[in-house]
């Protein structure tokens, strides 16, 4: 069984560009949730995606924004970067069970100079 | 969901057992108790969660107090592959439940040989 599936895993971007992201959960989880992990807040939840629709949105700016196809992929965007967008995003599936237990994938780590 | 306190970093012996406690002191009836674990430069990983009785899986023990305001996990058996982050959370599970998990700043467990 496949797991989570995020691309890019690294990207360098400079101040004011947008970046977009990708994951796909794995096959069958229509649940993608996304955190954003920096050394100096930890681990944020951003957004949550079901069935195409956001559920649940953290305390961020409108310039993180995401969105769910069909298939149950996401993507993220986050527009006009800031140096202080850089981090480690991380996506997260999770089954049909309403329970806690979700499956991450290993990041996309994103450097703006 | 409630508030979780767990000691910032802890050391344990390769092959003995490593015990992470976990204070939940305004748990509600409702909030179940998750452990997950982050490796340097991985995603997190979900390993236990239990609400009132205590739960082994192939993983770890989740040993939690009768009045439910502290936990323990335990590695029976800790390995140098155990060295990671380990965050203690509580949750509401349901129907109306949503993919986000609130992490605080979790224990840094070091497993030496």
């Known amino acids: 069984k496949a797991g989570v599936t995020q691309t890019p895993r690294y990207l360098i971007k400079t101040r004011g560009q947008q970046v977009t992201l990708s994951c796909s959960p794995i096959s069958g989880h229509r649940s993608v949730s996304w955190y954003q992990q920096t050394p100096g807040q930890g681990l944020q939840f951003l957004f949550e995606?079901?069935?195409?629709?956001?559920?649940n949105k953290g305390n961020f700016p409108g310039r993180f924004s995401g969105r769910q196809f069909s298939n149950s992929r996401s993507e993220m965007n986050v527009s006009t970067l800031e140096l202080g967008d850089s981090a480690l995003y991380l996506c997260?599936?999770?089954?049909?069970?309403?329970?806690?237990?979700?499956?991450f994938g290993e990041g996309s780590r994103l450097t703006v100079l | 969901d409630a508030k979780t306190t767990q000691p910032p970093s802890m050391d344990c012996a390769e092959g003995r057992a490593a015990n992470l406690p976990c204070n939940h002191s305004t748990i509600s009836g409702n909030e179940y108790v998750y452990w997950y674990r982050q490796i340097h430069s991985q995603g997190p990983q979900y390993i236990i969660h239990g609400l009132k009785n205590n739960e082994t899986n192939e993983m770890a023990s989740l040993i939690i107090t009768e009045d439910r305001k502290s936990s323990t996990l335990i590695l029976p058996h800790a390995t140098l592959r155990d060295t990671a982050v380990y965050y203690c959370i509580v949750r509401v599970d349901g129907s109306s439940n949503t993919g986000k998990l609130i992490f605080g700043q979790g224990t840094t467990l070091q497993v030496k040989p």
């Open positions: 995606y079901f069935s195409e629709t956001q559920r």
């Open positions: 997260a599936g999770r089954g049909e069970a309403n329970t806690g237990e979700l499956f």
